[in-house]
């Protein structure tokens, strides 16, 4: 059990727009930034939004992050079949003294 | 070009120890903090522990699942992390990454990372 929960799946057709949410508490999204990474089968992770909605150098402006009180969002436009991988999200907490992960989010173009 | 790059991983009896090694190379190693991650075949991700810098004292803090039983390390003569497993158990059975942290003001995130080893449990 994931201390930041996400649904297990999501999909979406080429050019649509499609969210991934992520829920936390006060001791982590509430009172941290939250950053989310991307991973394709068989590779490490990469960052993808950090500071909850800030891209690092070369992830396309297709990917924007959101934060709201204890929740935040992963949003995808214009949908790609080269965006189909795990997707995660990730926050310092402050009484566990450690990152906590959500259990991560298959995404699937169809 | 930053890399990092895990090695140590291999198979291990329940019980037994191993010791991984992160090596970095591309940046000032002495100056960042260092944390390990792991995934199980098929799971998501979990955070495993970090090793801050001189600066922060070498502070380490780790998940209650390996605290006691794992240690991380640091030799900055070497650019060179470690990770000490101990009292290993079938449910440590994962790839294990590195990652660097970099903190721009308060928000901290892991920007480059290894490509991993795999340590299996097994008897």
């Known amino acids: 059990q994931s201390v930041l929960t996400q649904p297990p799946s999501a999909s979406g057709t080429p050019g649509q727009r499609v969210t991934i949410s992520c829920s936390g508490s006060?001791?982590?999204?509430?009172?941290?930034?939250v950053n989310w990474y991307q991973q394709f089968p068989g590779t490490a992770p990469k960052l993808l939004i950090y500071s909850n909605n800030q891209r690092p150098s070369g992830v396309p402006d297709r990917f924007s992050g959101s934060k709201s009180g204890t929740s935040a969002s992963l949003a995808i436009s214009g949908l790609q079949s080269e965006d189909e991988a795990d997707y995660y999200c990730a926050a310092w907490d402050d009484s566990l003294n450690g990152v906590v992960f959500g259990g991560g989010t298959k995404l699937t173009v169809l | 070009e930053v890399q990092l790059v895990e090695s140590g991983g291999g198979l291990v009896q329940p019980g037994g120890s191993l010791k991984l090694s992160c090596a970095a190379s591309?940046?000032?190693?002495?100056?960042?903090?260092v944390h390990w991650v792991r995934q199980a075949s098929g799971k998501g991700l979990e955070w495993v522990g970090r090793i801050r810098n001189k600066a922060n004292n070498y502070a380490t803090a780790y998940a209650a699942s390996v605290k006691g039983r794992f240690t991380i390390s640091r030799d900055d003569s070497k650019n060179t992390a470690y990770l000490q497993m101990n009292s290993l158990k079938t449910e440590d059975t994962a790839v294990y990454y590195c990652?660097?942290?970099?903190?721009?003001?308060?928000?901290?995130?892991?920007?480059?990372w290894g490509q991993g080893t795999l340590v299996t449990v097994s008897s």
């Open positions: 591309g940046f000032t190693f002495s100056g960042s903090a």
């Open positions: 006060s001791s982590n999204i509430g009172s941290n930034t």
């Open positions: 990652s660097r942290r970099d903190c721009s003001g308060n928000s901290c995130y892991s920007a480059y």
